[in-house]
């Protein structure tokens, strides 16, 4: 399985939204998530997110996981277990304790272009003033979908893992 993440805020802080999509290994949409943090920073946004989309993960017997994101800030420190930042380093416990429930797991950046499912879906967060879950294609919005559609294409045929 893999897992994209993804916050923002519009301000710094400002009203912030995050997303996260979990494909299969042939890249097909097993689970999606955006929500409505309310005021809050990038990076908080951020970790909040991954650990949101890792509790999905480990509540779901999933345990083999690849783990994308855009912000370099939150994947150095999850990788290292440390942040400059107090704020960001008491998520460390619960973000280290999810990753043990996982298993095998593999952390990598991802340029904000191979992001994109993610950011809409974080973008959808900050408009929408409640959170939304989607499984497959049900009730999936259309752009959504339309993003989806077009990173397969960039998908090799032997699936993503």
Same mark, same amino acid.
């Given at each position: 399985m893999k897992l994209n993440f993804d916050g923002a805020s519009r301000g710094n802080p400002g009203r912030s939204g995050l997303g996260a999509i979990i494909r299969n290994d042939v890249g097909e949409v097993v689970h999606a998530i955006s &929500?409505?943090? &309310?005021?809050?920073?990038? /990076?908080?946004?951020?970790?909040?997110?991954?650990?949101?989309?890792?509790?999905?993960c480990a509540s779901n017997?999933?345990?083999?996981? %690849?783990?994308?994101?855009?912000?370099?800030? %939150?994947?150095?420190?999850?990788?290292?277990? %440390?942040?400059?930042?107090?704020?960001?380093?008491?998520?460390?416990?619960?973000?280290?304790?999810l990753l043990n429930s996982l298993g095998d797991y593999h952390i990598q950046h991802m340029f904000r272009e191979g992001?994109?499912?993610?950011?809409?879906?974080? /973008?959808?967060? %900050?408009?929408?003033?409640?959170?939304?879950?989607?499984?497959?294609?049900?009730?999936?919005?259309?752009?959504?979908k339309e993003i989806i559609s077009l990173d397969l294409f960039s998908i090799p045929k032997s699936g993503i893992g």
């Open positions: &929500g409505l943090v &309310g005021v809050a920073t990038n /990076n908080v946004v951020e970790i909040s997110m991954l650990e949101v989309g890792l509790r999905w017997g999933v345990v083999k996981l %690849i783990i994308e994101g855009d912000s370099q800030v %939150i994947l150095n420190g999850v990788i290292k277990f %440390i942040f400059q930042n107090w704020q960001l380093q008491s998520w460390i416990p619960r973000i280290n304790l992001n994109k499912a993610a950011d809409y879906l974080e /973008n959808m967060g %900050i408009e929408d003033d409640f959170a939304r879950e989607f499984g497959r294609d049900d009730m999936m919005p259309i752009g959504l």
